[in-house]
């Protein structure tokens, strides 16, 4: 439904309803709708930080809960949906997974996550990416502990082409419903009732093949999501739906369509015939965000004329969508429509019927977390990993580089160079506390699920020193063009680029030339191919060789395409290791502590950021550890902690990088 289309129809629909109301005729019916959104909750049902071992008011669904209630007492005609990024992300799934290789936990009870939701009364639920993170076997097994249904239309059980012609979907076996017509009683103003079906259609990012490589390929297939959408809206049309709901777990992106396109909202909300639009993925706020853009409309939440909501993250947000749907020959369309979003409210507490059905996995999980690895000699922490080398992820780097050189030992791998390449997970996408901090004392699991968020596998890639340099051009993208001889206030950060695409790759030596324009986009697409960042590029003391082959030991995210880095995806692979990295890395650690020594946990300094000039500011945590360590270098500078409710640096603090 485009904006000039549902513009027509309102005022086709408003003279209709003039005219009638002239002629003495009945009113058309009217009844009003509430959809309501929850996304990217990454297994966050309470308001807890596992890598903090403390309470926390900034997310969780326990405080989404009192919203959803509020919602349902404001209107008497709600529907509840959720866009996936459900089932890992927050230690607790982590800890199911565990349990469910160790007893069979699903067996005999439900996953926390739908302990709490079974509560809420959902109406339907959509797959986000990160569901697939511990494999299919394992995602059907907790799905089925869902006392409502999940919809997903682009993921397909793997089928040879001569099985389905050309977008005769129906042809093939979906791996989840594609989409679902459910029927609902709507009462009207006057308390009349009325009966409406509302289609609701899933769609996930088609990535999930190169970021979950291990776990599907050779067993499903991705289709296009707008594809998809295109296909099937129609269909649930000609089946009778009244209201059309598509929940994408897809962030929002202005360029021209491309196929498989990963943040396909804006071109969803164009597909004719979709009703109302819910998004994720992106952990971004819409109404809210993407300000400015032509087609994007803040105030009432519309995108191409059509209302969607994107909630947030990790239970931050509640997304509504209020519509008025009016009858006319036994059609009901949209005449009405308001989309926003309610941030939650600590000061009301949490819900306590969630608290207490999930407290036996909450407690179970920080057990769990406990367990002693290695004692530390100094703090670890993420404050500043994208202004200079940092320990966090040097010792993710040290670790794959351990593992690697133990295959090669073993003959599993060539005896070639070895580079290792990681980014750092925690630096402040989520919120003003989402940095790794660990005190100076025992490094425990705990610990290894903050250094590692993710559960990725080990993957090596092989690569030229000409590939070395272009995967590092493209992680350079992290940081703006700086004007050297500005004495304006400039950004160092680009939000656009995702800090866990922030690869450093430890075995050379680099600089990162902030005077010159960044080679590519956050797309991964060059922008400047004249451009070069990456100086002082140098291996073993002398400047690197185009020509000389590396191992890369990185991700199954990385080594898989995800990121769209340069000269890599799958055929750049040499080795997919079955075993996680956050498992690698405990192996590490225990192996350097089995000497009974503390481990000194300290970065090397093969990279840094030349600025030549420039006043130059960037944000990080405003606690007193991130202070504490920006008075220690040269290279920072406190400013001051942003206090204002509508700039998004809120609660973040200011520093300065001084020019070097």
């Not at 929002?252 to 071109?267: D, F, Q, R, S, V």
């Not at 809210?288 to 994107?310: C, F, H, R, S």
């Not at 080398?389 to 593992?403: F, G, I, N, R, Y």
């Not at 060059?526 to 003391?541: C, E, H, V």
């Amino acid at each position: 439904m485009t904006l000039m289309k549902n513009t027509a129809l309102k005022l086709l629909l408003l003279s209709s309803t003039l005219l009638a109301g002239c002629s003495g005729a009945p009113e058309a019916p009217q009844v009003e709708v509430r959809l309501l959104q929850t996304t990217d909750l990454h297994a966050n049902m309470m308001g807890f930080d596992y890598y903090r071992n403390a309470p926390t008011e900034k997310y969780g669904l326990s405080y989404v809960a009192p919203l959803i209630h509020q919602a349902r007492e404001e209107h008497q005609n709600v529907m509840l949906f959720d866009n996936g990024d459900l089932i890992q992300g927050s230690p607790v799934g982590d800890y199911v997974f565990h349990r469910q290789q160790q007893d069979d936990y699903l067996a005999g009870e439900a996953h926390p996550v739908f302990k709490a939701m079974n509560l809420l009364d959902y109406d339907a639920a959509n797959i986000g990416n990160h569901e697939f993170n511990y494999g299919l076997p394992f995602l059907q097994k907790t799905l089925a502990t869902a006392n409502f249904p999940y919809v997903n239309a682009n993921v397909l059980y793997k089928a040879a082409q001569d099985e389905r012609p050309y977008g005769e979907y129906e042809q093939q076996a979906h791996v989840f419903n594609p989409y679902l017509l459910l029927e609902r009683e709507f009462a009207d103003s006057q308390g009349k009732t009325h009966a409406l079906t509302i289609g609701v259609l899933g769609l996930t990012p088609p990535q999930i093949m190169n970021w979950d490589k291990r776990h599907l390929y050779g067993r499903v297939e991705t289709l296009d999501m707008l594809e998809m959408a295109e296909h099937y809206v129609p269909l649930m049309r000609e089946k009778g739906a009244d209201l059309v709901v598509v929940i994408a777990h897809s962030g929002i992106t202005t360029t021209e369509p491309e196929p498989l396109m990963e943040n396909a909202g804006y071109h969803l909300a164009g597909v004719e015939g979709v009703d109302v639009l819910m998004l994720g993925h992106s952990h971004r706020r819409f109404p809210g965000d993407y300000a400015g853009i032509e087609g994007i409309d803040n105030d009432q939440g519309l995108i191409q004329g059509t209302p969607t909501v994107m909630p947030g993250v990790w239970g931050n947000h509640l997304g509504l969508i209020d519509l008025t749907l009016e009858q006319h020959d036994s059609q009901w369309q949209v005449v009405e429509q308001q989309a926003f979003l309610r941030a939650i409210k600590p000061e009301e507490g949490e819900d306590k019927e969630i608290l207490a059905v999930i407290k036996p996995d909450h407690q179970g999980t920080n057990t769990w977390l406990d367990q002693a690895l290695v004692p530390i000699s100094a703090p670890i922490h993420s404050f500043f990993a994208l202004m200079q080398d940092d320990p966090s992820v040097q010792l993710v780097t040290d670790a794959q580089q351990w593992h690697a050189e133990a295959l090669i030992a073993q003959g599993d791998l060539p005896d070639l160079p070895v580079l290792s390449a990681a980014a750092p997970f925690r630096g402040g996408r989520n919120g003003v506390h989402d940095y790794t901090f660990i005190e100076q004392g025992n490094l425990a699991l705990r610990s290894i699920s903050d250094l590692y968020v993710y559960p990725n596998t080990l993957q090596v890639v092989k690569v030229d020193g000409a590939g070395v340099k272009e995967w590092l051009e493209m992680a350079a993208g992290q940081f703006h063009h700086i004007q050297a001889d500005s004495a304006e206030v400039q950004a160092l950060i680009n939000p656009a680029f995702a800090s866990y695409n922030f690869d450093v790759i430890d075995g050379v030596e680099y600089r990162i030339d902030l005077s010159q324009a960044p080679k590519y986009d956050p797309q991964g697409e060059l922008a400047n191919p004249d451009s070069s960042r990456i100086i002082d590029l140098t291996y073993q003391g002398k400047p690197l060789d185009p020509n000389q082959t590396f191992l890369v030991v990185t991700n199954n995210y990385r080594g898989s395409g995800g990121g769209n880095f340069p000269n890599l995806g799958p055929d750049a692979v040499v080795w997919d290791d079955p075993e996680e990295t956050r498992n690698i890395l405990s192996a590490y650690l225990q192996q350097l502590a089995s000497d009974g020594k503390a481990l000194d946990p300290s970065a090397d300094g093969n990279w840094s950021l030349y600025l030549p000039g420039g006043n130059v500011e960037f944000t990080s945590s405003p606690n007193e550890h991130a202070q504490a360590v920006a008075a220690q270098s040269p290279a920072f500078e406190f400013v001051t902690i942003v206090e204002d409710p509508e700039d998004s640096r809120n609660g973040f603090a200011r520093y300065r990088l001084t020019p070097q």
